[in-house]
């Protein structure tokens, strides 16, 4: 399928595959979508300034990124920020179309209907979007597809009135007729409410006029006269800033015109400036619009399409997408008249020229051939490249499985670097144009958004896991089944029930599932490890995480999707601990200690600390806090055994005592007195990998088994278990 991109600043119209339908979605083959004179055409032009000039603006990020530099080294820094500059971005958030496929939560909807979409997650310029179902509404019957294409835009600007809660036949001025404006001017008009505009620009004033709208043009005019001549002297009861400057005069004008007790309400971009004695005088409200109304950027309402109670939330999100419509359907607003052009998709980069042509015009869209996705149902979700279609001998064929930010900086470049091992066969996201561009930038064979075609594809022999955690499970078993080897970065899976399934389709398949435990392969750690079986045991050791700080509305804080901190994270340190004590040594009690959670500081079971007494009489000791400040290193674990001491540092540098540093064996390693320091941080990731390979190539390989994962993941839901159950006293 065809869909826009910003890619370095320019707009690029290309191939990706389409996306998966998921439970609690809809698939939209799209007829219209809108492109936003104001959002997208700053985002345009913002994506076309040099490194320099962002620096200039987001000094923060330039220190954030100077600290993961010092924390995790150039390269793999680079590389990060590398991939999020050159990777494509997909523009639009207001859409029209016909429902193609409907997920199976889906109750209210059936393939065939017209359909308006928002949301700059999904509603994208493209032909077709996976939309979740609280971003969609039903177009009324008399409603043409290209004027549901408005419904995201009509939203933003009714929620801007929304705010300003007024009653009808109050008077309502709107600064700015853009196409918000003029909207939201329309609305207000529609509703009883007293409209004045006001603009710069003589066209948006003229057309605003033709809609029934009493408008002025802002030079021509005294702006504060004319509400006062307009109002009886009082003033406007409310003023809503439908602007984009850099200017704080529209919102101090707005103070002067505003009545006693009266609300200034921003929906647009201005500076913030306050004249704080001209709000004081008269006790003005000051409101900020969010987006299309309550729901946006609530995950559990957006994505898993949990509505709020219309007793409690009247105006939601979806609710007033559809009254906008609704609107357009009873002819009290006409939108129309805002078309400046129509462009086909495929002429795309002309439209955002149009666009950006000093005339400024107001609605400008882009035509999609819908109805060939109407007659044909997708089967194709693969997109292929110019590359080798069947992978060397001897090499290992991949398909990666997801790629988040952590698997382009860490594992494509190490798979990249490891060619003499690994073939990239596949890729698959979520999102079409990011595995298109990461095949196309790791010489990856080709590109879907369906998982399952790799388990069609006898030319891979491993499926690389890397997605959201509550998918991990499923994912597996799907593989397993498949006869695929499975590598799958932790945690293994959520529940103690779907580890004991996953262990019987491993004992039934007998194929090997890798769990991306990487900090055992680290050298440090290996070389600690190697000096301890010459050391006679107990040990103690303290591991100390400074895990950062994760809010609640995080879906890693999500018990059902990211498994909460232990089960999502924590199963990293349980496996390192078990590896350093020893295989064939067993767990033999678990004890737990917790802050009590105050849903302020502390939101969930983020601070802890878990005790683990093994059979041989050795502890470890985890301690895991979100409280901490980030410039502290995240890691640091101190072990103790027969005489000797050995300190990691945040797997930059080892302190050892009792012992010369060269007796480690740590060619990496740079020594300086009692300390062993690496050039830059080192988990063990590409070592990982290696081992990895080394066994699947049936050579030596210190590649964790699988009995050590199940060992690892039972630790973890017992203290998981244990941390639920404990009472803060």
């Known amino acids: 399928m065809k869909q826009v991109f910003l ?65 995790e080294g150039i390269s793999r820094t680079f590389s990060k920020v590398k991939g999020i500059i050159q ?70 600007a009714m929620q801007g009135i929304r705010r300003a809660d007024r009653s009808f036949g109050e008077t309502i001025v709107i600064v700015g007729l853009g ?22 620009d003589k066209r948006k004033v003229d057309l605003a006029k033709s809609l029934g709208i009493e408008s002025y043009i802002l030079k021509e005019v005294d702006p504060l006269k004319k509400v006062l001549e307009r109002t009886d002297g009082f003033g406007a009861d409310a003023v809503i800033l439908y602007v984009a400057t850099d200017s704080s005069q529209p919102v101090n004008l707005a103070f002067d015109m505003c009545r006693q007790k009266g609300k200034v309400v921003l929906v647009g971009v201005c500076g913030l400036q306050l004249d ?35 007793g409690y939330v009247r105006w939601t999100e979806n609710r007033n997408m559809e009254e906008f419509l609704n609107l357009i359907s009873q002819d009290k607003v006409k939108v129309k008249e805002l078309i400046s052009a129509t462009f086909p998709i495929e002429q795309a980069m002309n439209a955002y020229r149009f666009l950006a042509d000093k005339e400024k015009p107001l609605a400008v869209l882009l035509k999609y051939e819908f109805e060939k996705y109407i007659k044909k149902p997708l089967t194709e979700r693969r997109i292929p490249l110019p590359f080798p279609k069947k992978k060397m001998e001897g090499k290992i064929g991949v398909g990666i499985i997801g790629a988040g930010s952590f698997v382009q900086s860490a594992h494509l470049p190490n798979l990249k670097n490891l060619s003499e091992y690994y073939h990239l066969r596949a890729v698959v996201t979520q999102h079409g144009e990011r595995a298109k561009f990461l095949s196309q930038q790791y010489r990856i064979d080709y590109a879907t958004t369906d998982y399952k075609e790799l388990l069609q594809d006898p030319e891979i022999d491993l499926s690389f896991i890397s997605t959201r955690h509550n998918l991990h499970y499923p994912m597996v078993i799907d593989a397993l089944k498949s006869g695929k080897a499975v590598f799958v970065e932790k945690p293994l899976c959520l529940t103690p029930e779907e580890l ?28 600690i490890k190697q000096m301890l079986k010459t050391l006679s045991p107990p040990y103690f050791i303290q591991y100390r995480v400074n895990a950062g700080f994760i809010p609640r509305d995080s879906w890693i804080q999500d018990p059902a999707i990211g498994g909460g901190r232990i089960v999502g994270e924590a199963c990293h340190f349980f496996d390192l601990l078990n590896f350093l004590i020893g295989r064939d040594i067993k767990v033999k009690d678990v004890y737990v200690n917790s802050i009590p959670v105050d849903s302020k500081n502390v939101i969930a079971q983020d601070n802890f600390s878990v005790s683990i007494r093994y059979s041989d009489g050795s502890l470890a000791v985890l301690t895991y806090t979100s409280l901490g400040d980030e410039k502290l290193p995240k ?15 945040d797997y930059l540098s080892l302190e050892v005592y009792g012992i010369k540093p060269e007796e480690l064996k740590i060619p990496q390693g740079k020594i300086k007195g009692n300390r062993i320091i690496l050039s830059s941080q080192d988990k063990g990731l590409k070592q990982e990998l290696i081992e990895l390979a080394k066994f699947m190539k049936g050579e030596d390989s210190r590649v964790i088994n699988f009995e050590e994962v199940v060992s690892a993941m039972e630790l973890t839901f017992a203290a998981d278990r244990a941390i639920k159950t404990f009472k803060n006293s």
């Open 87 to 156: 990777e494509p971005k997909s523009i639009g958030y207001s859409t029209s179309g016909m429902v193609i496929e409907i997920g199976k939560n889906i109750a209210d909807m059936n393939v065939g209907d017209r359909v308006a979409c928002g949301g700059t997650q999904s509603a994208h310029h493209s032909e077709i979007d996976l939309i979740p179902r609280n971003l969609a509404v039903k177009i009324p019957e008399n409603v043409d597809m290209y004027e549901g294409a408005f419904a995201t835009i009509g939203a933003i």
């Open 179 to 200: 196409l918000l404006g003029n909207l939201g001017a329309q609305i207000s008009n529609s509703e009883g409410y007293k409209v004045i505009g006001f603009d710069l």
């Open 7 to 71: 890619k370095a600043g320019k707009i690029v119209v290309d191939e990706v595959p389409p996306p998966v339908l998921d439970e609690n979605g809809i698939l939209v083959a799209n007829a219209f979508s809108l492109i936003s004179s104001g959002t997208e055409r700053l985002r345009v032009e913002s994506g076309k300034e040099n490194l320099l000039k962002k620096a200039i603006k987001k000094p923060d990020l330039v220190k954030k990124v100077l600290f993961k530099v010092r924390q």
């Open 276 to 310: 704080r004695e001209k709000m004081y005088k008269k006790e003005l409200d000051f409101l900020i619009s969010t987006s299309y109304g309550p729901g946006r950027y609530d995950r559990i309402y957006e994505e898993q399409g949990i509505d709020y109670p219309i």
């Open 500 to 527: 004991e399934n996953i262990k019987e389709e491993v004992d039934k398949k007998k194929i090997p599932v890798i769990v991306g435990f990487n900090r055992r392969y680290a050298p440090f750690m290996v070389a």
């Open 635 to 649: 890691e640091r674990m101190e072990v103790f055994a027969s005489g000797k001491v050995f300190i990691v540092n």
